[in-house]
């Protein structure tokens, strides 16, 4: 089996060994296992059942992880994308509810699940093609950098709020909370904590710092522990819910574009980051490309079958190949290591469950929360590391700067809407290129996608 397992993967041609790939492929695990408690509490905001949420995400992860590796042969695990699904729970799902009836049947999270599995199709669809291509020479830089770091802002400040420390506020949109109110405290013990072990570069840092801050808030009654181990929750209340016609609605169609943009270079930087510090780009060019985007597709299309949102290529990878990983078979490790997180549900729940609190403010006002201090503190950090992309906007260039610039600020403050922060970006990129007649710099998806997105908001005033 060990010489099957060396022959298949190509460990003699990638200079690496079986125990290299194993401990990479637990490193990978142990940095990116922080999804299993965040996804749930996520999605469940928009409705789900967060046991369910949990199983899915844990298949369609671990299923599009080992695609990963025996098809392109790549130590680059797959997960539900943050940002991604912060898209589905606080844009999507509000905007669908928006244009249903009272009494309608079916959920919103439903028809943004179909919106999911439609824009998964897309992608595989086009990864036979040279679209992709394209697209990636399409979308200038500073649009790409402005979203990734739009995302940062918007799951900060979502986490701020998760723990307490911002707390919405008429006129002034936020305010401090309570510092001396108890979960404030957890929280900011976590994030104390957090930042301290990834300053001192320890692996898996996020959740170590998760579950010490979850055994800290069982003396104080903020968790309850349910056990360890057990069988998996049901599947049932997300498997195949999908509404596909739902999806298909022309109303929809912002949202499959949204989802397949963000999917798509999100996919693309970080097969070519993670790629570059691995060695694996020869020539400019990364070999396998296409096989690596079919299995995040793929991935992406089970998971919506399933019930989570979209799933991605996680830039944690790139513990794993610090730790020598060369080859898929570490995605092989770490998908079956997903696979069997299905066990832990109980921890998950414990974890990744809101606990309502009333928060007394200084002046007396009373605030009903429902807070996540346990789990707040990865989202602010995860925010944190999305913001390095900031640098690389060319902010000494107006044509460049202003677009980016409403591309990262329309999304936290536009109520969580990371469509709004793309469509302002796309449409100021198309607007102040040519007033500077520097129009020949513009590719025509660019201007296409402006008009689609001036044609939604004309509808949106007239609808």
Request: neutral net charge; charged residues 10%.
């Amino acid at each position: 089996m060990r010489r099957f397992i060396e022959t298949t993967f190509h460990f003699q041609e990638r200079q690496t060994t079986l125990r290299t790939e194993i401990t990479a492929g637990v490193t990978t695990f142990m940095t990116m296992a922080y999804i299993l408690f965040v996804q749930p509490a996520v999605l469940s905001a928009a409705g789900m059942d967060p046991g369910a949420v949990f199983v899915a995400t844990c298949v369609a992860s671990a299923i599009a992880t080992i695609l990963m590796g025996v098809l392109a042969n790549y130590p680059i695990a797959q997960a539900p994308a943050m940002g991604h699904n912060f898209f589905f729970a606080f844009a999507a799902v509000p905007m669908i509810a928006r244009t249903l009836p009272e009494n309608a049947v079916v959920q919103p999270w439903q028809i943004a699940l179909g919106a999911v599995f439609i824009s998964g199709v897309i992608f595989f669809v086009l990864s036979y093609t040279r679209t992709l291509d394209h697209l990636i020479q399409a979308i200038p830089d500073s649009l790409k950098n402005g979203i990734a770091v739009g995302i940062g802002l918007l799951i900060a400040l979502v986490g701020l709020q998760w723990a307490g420390i911002v707390v919405d506020a008429p006129g002034t949109l936020m305010r401090l909370g309570n510092l001396h109110s108890p979960p404030v405290l957890l929280a900011l013990f976590g994030l104390v904590l957090m930042a301290s072990l990834l300053a001192l570069q320890v692996r898996g840092a996020i959740l170590i710092a998760i579950l010490i801050t979850a055994a800290a808030a069982l003396p104080f009654g903020f968790t309850r522990f349910q056990g360890m181990v057990s069988a998996p929750p049901s599947v049932a209340p997300t498997f195949f819910k999908l509404d596909l016609l739902g999806a298909i609605d022309l109303g929809v169609v912002s949202i499959i574009f949204t989802f397949f943009i963000l999917d798509f270079f999100d996919t693309v930087g970080t097969l070519i980051g993670v790629g570059e510090q691995a060695g694996f780009i020869k020539d400019g060019r990364l070999p396998r490309a296409r096989e690596a985007l079919r299995a995040d597709a793929t991935g992406t299309v089970v998971g919506a079958l399933l019930g989570t949102s979209t799933i991605t290529s996680y830039i944690e990878s790139a513990a794993g190949i610090s730790a020598g990983g060369r080859t898929g078979f570490a995605n092989v490790v770490t998908g079956i290591l997903l696979l069997l997180s299905l066990l832990f549900s109980p921890l998950i729940k414990m974890i990744g469950s809101p606990m309502a609190y009333t928060m007394v403010m200084a002046d007396g006002t009373r605030l009903e929360l429902q807070l996540y201090p346990i789990v707040a503190p990865a989202l602010i950090i995860i925010g944190s590391f999305m913001m390095a992309a900031v640098v690389r906007i060319r902010w000494d260039d107006p044509t460049e700067a202003i677009p980016a610039f409403l591309t990262i600020v329309m999304m936290p403050f536009s109520g969580f809407s990371i469509t709004e922060g793309i469509a302002f970006g796309f449409i100021a990129y198309a607007l102040v290129k040519p007033l500077a007649r520097r129009h020949r710099e513009v590719h025509w998806l660019i201007y296409a996608c402006a008009l689609l997105f001036i044609a939604r908001y004309i509808f949106m005033a007239t609808g």
